[in-house]
């Protein structure tokens, strides 16, 4: 009989027979590469290849609630850039350090009860294409505003 055994929080079996039962713990192992590794701290340049990751790794610091995601894995020198943080009330986008932008492409979307936007640094520029006001706070009737 098979044994099982733990591959990044995945039951695995740990000599499989056949091709079919290869095909699944390949499968398995694959997934469980894909998934976030979910640790205390934030990862470091040696969390590289020589550990596993990958240029596409996530990792999630599950204390400061921050995703990151490899995009170099070279040994002793990897590189990740956070992606997100979450707070209580909020998904933050972590800006780019080289200039403190955040890009989205293809547009924002956002149904709510507030109206409200802002630029939390006035002195950069802001282009709003259309707007959304809710009327009396319902969500069925309203003004789309374009810029």
Do not use: H
């Not at 894909?34 to 640790?39: C, D, E, F």
């Not at 933050?92 to 403190?100: A, K, Q, V, Y």
């Amino acid at each position: 009989m098979a044994s099982l055994v733990n591959y990044k929080g995945l039951q695995v079996v740990e000599s499989p027979s056949g091709d079919g039962g290869q095909a699944l713990t390949d499968d398995f192992m694959t997934l469980g590469d894909r998934a976030p590794n979910v640790s205390d701290s934030d990862p470091g340049s040696t969390d590289d290849d020589s550990k596993g990751y990958f240029a596409g790794s996530m990792w999630l610091n599950k204390t400061s609630q921050t995703l990151w995601m490899c995009v170099d894995a070279t040994v002793t020198a990897a590189v990740w850039k956070s992606v997100y943080r979450r707070t209580t009330t909020n998904l933050e986008l972590i800006p780019d350090e080289t200039d403190g932008s955040v890009s989205i492409s293809g547009g924002l979307s956002s149904i709510g009860l507030d109206a409200g936007f802002s630029v939390s640094n006035p002195d950069q520029s802001a282009q709003i294409k259309n707007f959304w006001f809710p009327r009396n706070g319902d969500l069925k009737g309203g003004w789309w505003i374009q810029f």
